[in-house]
């Protein structure tokens, strides 16, 4: 299983942020595929997850400005993230997860970083 983000690497405050997350090697409607990043100096931090149940869950202080969908002919999702600021900053990964947590994953992307700034 393979996962690759792509997105711009600038986005500027009060934009949406897209990322998109193509999966190869299994098909996303089997597993639970999450969104997590990690902002400058700090640890990872959970974003949201797709669940092969079809549900979406989302962190709580992100879910107003917080949308992910699947693509499944394209074997993709993406992360939607309105109203971006500077604290919108970090590397952005999207994995495959597993029991254990909303952060746990088995299989990740290499992570894409994104910066917010005029």
């Known amino acids: 299983v393979q996962l690759q983000e792509s997105g711009p690497g600038l986005v500027k405050p009060s934009q949406t942020l897209s990322l998109t997350c193509i999966v190869s090697g299994g098909s996303i409607t089997m597993h639970t595929y999450r969104w997590i990043r990690q902002p400058p100096g700090k640890g990872l931090e959970w974003i949201g997850s797709n669940t092969r149940s079809g549900n979406t869950y989302y962190r709580p202080s992100l879910k107003s400005r917080s949308s992910i969908y699947w693509d499944t002919s394209k074997n993709q999702f993406t992360l939607q993230l309105s109203s971006v600021t500077p604290e919108d900053t970090a590397v952005y990964y999207c994995?495959?997860?597993?029991?254990?947590?909303?952060?746990?994953?088995?299989?990740w992307g290499q992570g894409t970083q994104v910066t917010v700034s005029s």
């Open positions: 994995c495959r997860g597993v029991s254990g947590g909303m952060g746990s994953c088995d299989y």
